[in-house]
């Protein structure tokens, strides 16, 4: 019995990260800063009693982690096999410019300056906001963008954010 509830303790656990993570996660999940860091170990430390609650001991601490992974395990096959949990689950990329037109409402809510939209531009051969056919934040936070060439040709492009601490104001002179 008491086994039990260590699995059932790690499953709802398991659940409550998934929500949060969904809920307040990044988009960027590759490009932890510092505070991100600090949250995940942090969190990780205070559930760790909520799922193997009294039982310390070592087989308690490896049915947990199995649970934990068995879980992540069957989770990434229903997200893969299951159109409506994918869609409900997964982050999607999200359109930033569409055929010159920014969307600068998006853009906030995504984190994103209009210097930074236009860094990403530039460092790949793209002067103007008119010549961008389609740019959009990917669900690994690249910006991927789609635009004319001089010669008029369309080209695909990808600009990794560089995500920086709060209040590091390095580039600001």
């Known amino acids: 019995m008491e086994y039990l509830d260590i699995v059932l303790r790690s499953v709802v656990v398991y659940l409550f990260m998934i929500i949060a993570m969904r809920v307040f996660g990044k988009k960027q999940l590759s490009q932890l800063n510092t505070f991100d860091v600090v949250l995940m170990l942090l969190i990780s430390n205070s559930v760790q009693n909520a799922m193997v609650g009294p039982n310390t001991s070592l087989e308690g601490g490896i049915l947990a982690a199995f649970i934990l992974f068995s879980l992540n395990y069957g989770m990434k096959r229903l997200i893969a096999r299951n159109?409506?949990?994918?869609?409900?689950?997964?982050?999607?990329?999200?359109?930033?410019?569409?055929?010159?037109?920014?969307?600068?409402?998006?853009?906030?809510?995504?984190?994103?300056?209009?210097?930074?939209?236009?860094?990403?531009?530039?460092?790949?051969?793209?002067?103007?906001?008119?010549?961008?056919?389609?740019?959009?934040?990917?669900?690994?936070?690249?910006?991927?963008?789609?635009?004319?060439?001089?010669?008029?040709?369309y080209k695909e492009t990808f600009h990794n954010r560089k995500i920086k601490p709060l209040g590091d104001n390095s580039d600001i002179n």
């Open 83 to 153: 159109k409506f949990v994918n869609r409900l689950l997964q982050q999607k990329p999200e359109v930033i410019i569409q055929h010159g037109v920014v969307d600068f409402a998006k853009a906030t809510q995504l984190g994103i300056t209009s210097e930074e939209l236009t860094e990403a531009m530039h460092e790949h051969g793209v002067e103007y906001f008119k010549q961008v056919k389609l740019a959009t934040l990917e669900i690994n936070g690249s910006i991927s963008i789609i635009a004319k060439d001089s010669k008029g040709n």
